[in-house]
């Protein structure tokens, strides 16, 4: 716990919305309200007692030299409460103040040490069959709702309402669709009995190390989950206090020291559901009378609101006849997105890139190209794509697209999997599209076997499609690719956030 800004010597009060700290000299005495919430309940002197020495049980996993134990307040011989007893430690070397007054070569150094030792604590922290059930998306799921439920008093006095329900809904469509996802990750034990309120100005780093306080002790079931949730919540905390380049670095360091890197839209979903956590609390704070709380809620909802425009999972249909420069487009959709990119023509060769033969004849509807044959070339190709929208990527799908029951099959394959659809026709005319189609046969470097023969036949078989949007390729290739990105619906920026 932080000193006053004039010392460790003093004395001075500090209230949450669920504690009342005391700083008194070299120590802090940590009360709870004798209060009943929907997510704890501390309304007896037994509760509070309990809480104590959970409080001090679990914190010690993180900062063993910081929580002391537990004394008990008395008056005349009676006990009348319990208090935490901790250690006082410098306001000045808070990660919140750091990252907020410090040069960047400071702050990044110890949020490396930060990040070394939340994924030190990660990797060994408990875990079991109970405790990843805890993580599992039915679980997660209710959580939320109980979060949405506990809010709705504040929706219209604090929160706007369109942007209140475009967040949960955002939230309910990506859990929809996901189970995959959350599965994998049981599986792959990155659920453990973690912190659960990882904030900057619970973190101190100290000259031997950081000391990570305040974890989540009164409900395991809030407290374990998967360790992306975790990271997420600090990265949302810093991004709060407007530094968003210090939680990039954090994500980045903790994914450097693991390993490997965190399910992107997962991440973005989970800072999106941290941030709801502290909607909530912020609320709770300005209904108890903190007139700053109510800015922190509004300034909350409209960070997970970007989260989750940018952890969106979406499927991308990218078609157009042969020449019309679909794969040129799909390819720096799927950069641009950080995309899967599934290509037909690499589906019917059977290997991924593989070069066509410009001797080996190719014929529309005939040979691998038979209606039997595209049809399940399509099939395949929506097949792969819901395994990877079910881990939550998205994907760009790469394909003429000519035959409307084809679409069928991807539209219907979105609604399942709770992905964004957008569909583009990409379209040239046809001296350009020719030319093109010349240049690649002639270059062999492709593994479409389209001849402007099979491009006219397919141009006389092509379905109408009302529900793409028509993208004029014939630009230069920036041109296209910006206008394709605003059509998805995503803002054109240099890189696309870690965070």
Same mark, same amino acid.
């Given at each position: 716990?932080?000193?006053?800004?004039?010392?460790?010597?003093?004395?001075?009060?500090?209230?949450?919305?669920?504690?009342?700290?005391?700083?008194?000299?070299?120590?802090?005495? &940590?009360?709870?309200?004798?209060? *009943?919430?929907?997510?704890?309940?501390?309304?007896?002197?037994?509760?509070?007692?309990?809480?104590? *020495?959970?409080?001090?049980?679990?914190?010690?996993?993180?900062?063993?030299?910081?929580?002391?134990?537990?004394?008990?307040?008395?008056?005349? $011989?009676?006990?009348?409460?319990?208090?935490?007893?901790?250690?006082?430690?410098?306001?000045?070397?808070?990660?919140?103040?750091?990252?907020?007054?410090?040069?960047?070569?400071?702050?990044?150094?110890?949020? *490396?040490?930060?990040?070394?030792?939340?994924?030190?604590?990660?990797?060994?922290?408990?875990?079991?069959?109970?405790?990843?059930?805890?993580?599992? !998306? #039915?679980?997660?799921?209710?959580?939320?709702?109980?979060?949405?439920?506990?809010?709705?008093?504040?929706?219209?006095?604090?929160?706007?309402?369109?942007? @209140?329900?475009?967040?949960?809904?955002? %939230?309910?469509?990506?859990?929809?669709?996901?189970?995959?996802?959350?599965?994998?990750?049981?599986?792959? $034990?990155?659920?453990?009995?973690?912190?659960?309120?990882?904030?900057?100005?619970? %973190?101190?780093?100290?000259?031997?190390?950081?000391?990570?306080?305040?974890?989540?002790?009164?409900?395991?079931?809030?407290?374990? $989950?998967?360790?992306?949730?975790?990271?997420?919540?600090?990265?949302?905390?810093?991004?709060?206090? #407007?530094?968003?380049?210090?939680?990039?670095?954090? %994500?980045?360091?903790?994914?450097?020291?693991? #390993?490997?890197?965190?399910?992107?839209?997962?991440?973005?979903?989970?800072?999106?559901?941290?941030?709801?956590?502290?909607?909530?609390?912020?609320? !709770?704070?300005?209904?108890?009378?903190?007139?700053?709380?109510?800015?922190?809620?509004? =300034?909350?909802?409209?960070?997970?609101? *970007?989260?989750?425009?940018?952890?969106?999972?979406?499927?991308?249909?990218?078609?157009?006849?042969? $020449?019309?420069? &679909?794969?040129?487009?799909?390819?720096?959709?799927?950069?641009?997105?950080?995309?899967?990119?599934?290509?037909?023509?690499?589906?019917?060769?059977?290997?991924?890139?593989?070069?066509?033969?410009?001797?080996?004849?190719?014929?529309?509807?005939?040979?691998?190209?038979?209606?039997?044959?595209?049809?399940?070339?399509?099939?395949?190709?929506?097949?792969?794509?819901?395994? @990877?929208?079910?881990?939550? &990527?998205?994907?760009?799908?790469?394909?003429?697209?000519?035959?409307?029951?084809?679409?069928?099959?991807?539209?219907?394959?979105?609604?399942?999997?709770?992905?964004?659809?957008?569909?583009? @026709?990409?379209?040239?005319?046809?001296?350009?599209?020719?030319?093109? %189609?010349?240049? =690649?046969?002639?270059?062999?470097?492709?593994?479409?076997?389209?001849?402007?023969?099979?491009?006219?036949?397919?141009?006389?078989?092509?379905?109408?499609?009302?529900?793409?949007?028509?993208?004029?390729?014939?630009?230069?290739?920036?041109?296209?690719?910006?206008?394709?990105?605003?059509?998805?619906?995503?803002?054109?920026?240099?890189?696309?956030?870690?965070?």
């Amino acid at each position: 716990m932080t000193g006053s800004a004039t010392g460790m010597d003093g004395c001075s009060v500090r209230e949450t919305h669920v504690s009342i700290l005391l700083f008194l000299g070299q120590h802090v005495f &940590k009360l709870r309200k004798p209060l *009943r919430f929907d997510f704890a309940d501390f309304s007896t002197p037994a509760a509070r007692a309990e809480d104590c *020495r959970q409080e001090v049980d679990l914190n010690r996993r993180l900062a063993p030299d910081v929580y002391l134990g537990v004394a008990d307040v008395t008056m005349g $011989g009676e006990t009348l409460d319990h208090a935490v007893v901790m250690r006082r430690l410098p306001a000045e070397r808070s990660l919140a103040h750091l990252v907020s007054c410090e040069p960047e070569a400071v702050w990044g150094a110890e949020l *490396r040490g930060v990040a070394r030792v939340v994924a030190d604590f990660h990797a060994r922290a408990d875990r079991s069959p109970q405790i990843s059930a805890i993580a599992s !998306i #039915g679980t997660v799921s209710d959580q939320f709702e109980a979060n949405v439920a506990a809010t709705a008093r504040f929706v219209g006095p604090i929160l706007d309402p369109s942007t @209140h329900d475009a967040v949960v809904e955002a %939230i309910r469509r990506y859990l929809s669709g996901r189970e995959p996802l959350f599965t994998a990750r049981m599986a792959a $034990g990155q659920i453990c009995d973690g912190h659960g309120d990882l904030q900057a100005d619970d %973190i101190y780093c100290l000259d031997d190390g950081p000391r990570i306080l305040d974890c989540l002790e009164f409900d395991g079931r809030l407290r374990c $989950g998967d360790v992306a949730a975790d990271v997420a919540f600090l990265a949302m905390d810093l991004e709060r206090l #407007g530094k968003a380049e210090a939680a990039a670095r954090f %994500i980045g360091d903790y994914e450097g020291r693991v #390993g490997a890197q965190l399910p992107v839209s997962l991440l973005h979903t989970y800072i999106a559901l941290r941030a709801y956590v502290r909607i909530k609390v912020a609320c !709770i704070r300005h209904e108890q009378g903190n007139p700053e709380a109510m800015e922190e809620a509004v =300034r909350l909802l409209e960070l997970a609101r *970007r989260h989750l425009e940018q952890g969106r999972v979406r499927l991308v249909l990218v078609g157009g006849l042969p $020449g019309s420069g &679909k794969s040129t487009l799909a390819n720096a959709l799927g950069d641009a997105l950080g995309a899967i990119v599934l290509r037909s023509d690499e589906l019917r060769s059977g290997r991924s890139r593989a070069i066509a033969d410009p001797s080996v004849a190719a014929t529309f509807r005939r040979g691998r190209y038979t209606p039997r044959r595209t049809h399940d070339v399509y099939n395949q190709l929506i097949s792969v794509a819901r395994q @990877h929208l079910g881990l939550g &990527k998205s994907v760009i799908l790469d394909a003429s697209w000519i035959d409307a029951s084809n679409r069928h099959l991807a539209q219907a394959l979105a609604v399942d999997s709770s992905a964004a659809l957008t569909e583009l @026709h990409c379209t040239a005319p046809p001296d350009v599209t020719e030319g093109r %189609i010349a240049t =690649r046969r002639r270059r062999g470097t492709d593994t479409s076997e389209a001849t402007v023969d099979i491009g006219r036949a397919m141009a006389l078989a092509e379905a109408p499609w009302p529900s793409a949007t028509d993208v004029d390729t014939a630009r230069p290739p920036g041109v296209v690719l910006e206008e394709a990105l605003e059509i998805v619906g995503v803002p054109v920026v240099a890189a696309p956030s870690r965070s």
